[in-house]
């Protein structure tokens, strides 16, 4: 069975500039995560889907930060524009979802670098 | 919301000791709780976990302890290889919001 799957795997651009990540969770997993992690610390959660509806983005600067799952599956991150601060690893995670804790797997992650 | 706290933020072992790597959690609706194995570059993966109806689960030579009064709970490795040396993180989720509140992580090195 194929993991979580991103992409690009790292993407450097220049500030302003804008940006997208691309996320497939692994087949059957209804809750989707994306996550900021910066060096040395934890994943820090953006959004989280159930389906198709984003249940929890209250950490997502939504001024430059967008996300969508339009059928309930795969997911984009975007950024526009980018900020230099946004240099980090974007991880993608996913889980079956429901009423209780299920197991979290994550994608290998993009590292963005904005210069 | 739920606040995790990881101590050490890192830690060096000589080969064949034992680690020990503590969290505490403030949301006494956590419930789940996982442990993930960061090596450089790649991503965290999940190396146990343990649900708040039992104290304590092994799985070779890696045991996770939960004391629920207390709110905090443990990863235990024994016998550390080289091979162990990694970024640990703890996490605490409570069940039915399928939300993971992530520590700081503990930078493992374990010195041959």
């Known amino acids: 069975e194929a993991g979580v799957v991103q992409s690009p795997r790292y993407k450097i651009i220049e500030k302003k500039q804008p940006v997208a990540f691309w996320c497939n969770p692994i087949?059957?997993?209804?809750?989707l995560y994306w996550y900021l992690q910066n060096l040395g610390q934890g994943p820090e959660l953006l959004i989280r889907y159930e389906n198709e509806e984003a249940v929890d983005d209250s950490q997502l600067p939504k001024d430059r930060f967008s996300a969508e799952r339009l059928k309930g599956v795969d997911s984009t991150l975007k950024i526009q524009p980018a900020e230099l601060g946004d240099s980090a690893v974007y991880l993608c995670?996913?889980?079956?979802?429901?009423?209780?804790?299920?197991?979290?797997?994550f994608g290998p992650g993009t590292r963005l670098t904005v210069l | 919301g739920e606040n995790v706290e990881q101590h050490p933020s890192t830690l060096s072992v000589q080969e064949g000791d034992s680690a020990v790597i503590k969290c505490t959690y403030s949301d006494s609706a956590s419930n789940y709780f996982p442990w993930y194995k960061q090596e450089l570059g790649k991503r965290p993966q999940l190396i146990i976990d343990i649900r708040s109806n039992v104290g304590e689960k092994k799985d070779q030579r890696i045991a996770v302890t939960l004391n629920k009064t207390a709110k905090h709970f443990s990863l235990h490795i024994t016998e550390t290889q080289p091979e162990d040396s990694a970024v640990y993180f703890c996490a605490a989720s409570p069940s039915f919001r399928n939300q993971f509140y992530f520590g700081t992580g503990t930078s493992l090195t374990v010195i041959p």
């Open positions: 995670a996913s889980s079956l979802g429901g009423a209780g804790a299920n197991e979290q797997f």
């Open positions: 087949s059957g997993h209804n809750t």
